[in-house]
């Protein structure tokens, strides 16, 4: 049931062979795990992992695309958009990330990571509402640090949260990171430029957000409130503010892969998949001094650990407060670029030739043909062969 973790250099090579995907769907491991779990699994685990084992299956729908120039046709099948899912999640991130970069405000933005006392852990893994809480404290944190050299004039800050519940390891560790902007906007919609923030302040200011809010969901628990108190004299007990000069953005063109990079990732990838022999999984990380640790779990032990990770239903992961938040994003347009946005399935299927691919076999500009949301079905018109209807044209090359 124990992890084993063995230490590497940064030079150690290795090739993936695996996905997440196949250690579920091999040996029936997830029909067994449900079994063994049924009555501690979350309704939504079950959800995202049945859409994760069905990824780019046929029965999920797919494109059809026709060439012109040599008569193929490509068929790309739907995603799956499981929150556990590898493929999809880097696919969302990378979109998510291009998009974002063009919509930040053209200040100097920090990229900061913000950690709670492992005392809580559990209390939030128990509480998920939690989550939310520790994400409203980030950016009261950060406003407060802000302004706390302005006697009377109050900033607000522009803020990305993303919140990771998973640690590198896969482990539980709930902590935040932060696209910020470095200093915030006046009542009066100037942005206030500050390079230099107070560290120790900002602790302190996170700190104390945190477990005032904390203690505030749970008024009459008195363990709880003794548990706060406790923490609430040791400033240095887990509270951390990583914000490293390293960590400042002032090219907003560069931040889509920085972003991809830091701040929004699986808790494990395909590429971290280093070994699978039927009964167990090992994988890999590298830890702040690049070096390499690899993790054996049982695989059902690496099951449990990859979907303890997947947030209740409807939960945003990503949250965008004070000058960012869409009730006030407006007030502060001389600085902004454009607004965020995200291709939609109808703006997908409207520019369907803008986004088809090139030909396998040619090279040249393949044509939307048609959608399916699953397989044909026995009685379609065209028959119940994807040769059959793919595309108008391509009746007489079939017999």
Same mark, same amino acid.
Do not use: Q
């Given at each position: 049931m124990q992890s084993d973790i063995l230490s590497y250099g940064p030079s150690y090579n290795y090739k993936p062979t695996i996905t997440v995907k196949s250690i579920f769907t091999d040996n029936n491991n997830w029909d067994a795990f449900q079994l063994s779990e049924k009555a501690n699994l979350r309704d939504v685990e079950i959800k995202e992992v049945t859409k994760m084992m069905t990824c780019k299956d046929a029965d999920r729908g797919f494109f059809t695309y026709y060439c012109e120039n040599c008569g193929t046709v490509a068929t790309v099948h739907f995603g799956c958009n499981s929150r556990i899912c590898t493929n999809c999640g880097k696919n969302h991130?990378? &979109? $998510?990330?291009?998009?974002?970069? =063009? /919509?930040?405000?053209?200040? #100097?933005?920090?990229? @900061?990571?913000?950690?709670?006392?492992? *005392?809580? $852990?559990?209390?939030?893994?128990?509480?998920?509402?939690?989550?939310?809480?520790?994400? %409203? /404290? @980030?950016? /009261?944190?950060?406003?407060?640090?802000?302004?706390?050299?302005?006697?009377?004039?109050?900033?607000v800050a522009g803020a990305v949260v993303v919140l990771h519940p998973f640690s590198k390891n896969m482990g539980f560790n709930p902590h935040l990171h932060i696209l910020v902007t470095e200093g915030g906007f006046d009542t009066k919609g100037n942005f206030v430029h500050q390079k230099y923030i107070n560290f120790r302040t900002m602790r302190k200011t996170w700190q104390y957000q945190v477990l005032t809010r904390f203690k505030a969901e749970f008024p009459n628990d008195m363990v709880f409130s003794m548990l706060v108190h406790k923490l609430f004299k040791k400033y240095s007990e887990g509270f951390y503010v990583h914000m490293p000069e390293e960590s400042r953005i002032t090219n907003t063109r560069k931040i889509a892969k920085y972003v991809a990079r830091y701040i929004r990732h699986p808790a494990v990838a395909n590429t971290r998949l280093y070994k699978y022999d039927g009964k167990s999984v090992t994988f890999w990380y590298k830890d702040d001094k690049g070096v390499k640790h690899f993790v054996t779990m049982e695989v059902r032990v690496f099951i449990k650990s990859l979907i303890q990770h997947i947030p209740d239903r409807n939960f945003k992961m990503i949250r965008y407060y004070g000058a960012y938040s869409r009730k006030t994003k407006k007030i502060y347009s001389g600085y902004l670029q454009r607004s965020i946005t995200q291709t939609t399935f109808d703006n997908f299927i409207k520019n369907t030739?803008?986004?088809? !691919?090139?030909? #396998?076999?040619?090279?040249? =500009?393949?044509?939307? %043909?048609? *959608?399916? =949301?699953?397989? #044909? &079905?026995?009685?379609?018109?065209?028959?119940?062969?994807? #040769?059959?209807?793919?595309? !108008?044209?391509?009746?007489?090359? *079939?017999?």
């Open positions: 991130t990378d &979109k $998510w990330a291009k998009s974002l970069s =063009k /919509a930040l405000f053209n200040v #100097p933005h920090r990229h @900061a990571v913000l950690t709670i006392s492992d *005392y809580l $852990w559990s209390v939030v893994r128990e509480n998920r509402f939690l989550f939310k809480v520790l994400m %409203d /404290a @980030a950016i /009261a944190a950060i406003n407060d640090t802000i302004s706390s050299k302005y006697r009377n004039r109050r900033l030739n803008k986004w088809a !691919p090139n030909c #396998p076999k040619c090279g040249s =500009k393949m044509i939307f %043909d048609r *959608y399916e =949301k699953g397989p #044909p &079905k026995e009685n379609e018109a065209f028959g119940n062969k994807l #040769p059959d209807w793919s595309h !108008p044209m391509l009746s007489h090359c *079939y017999s």
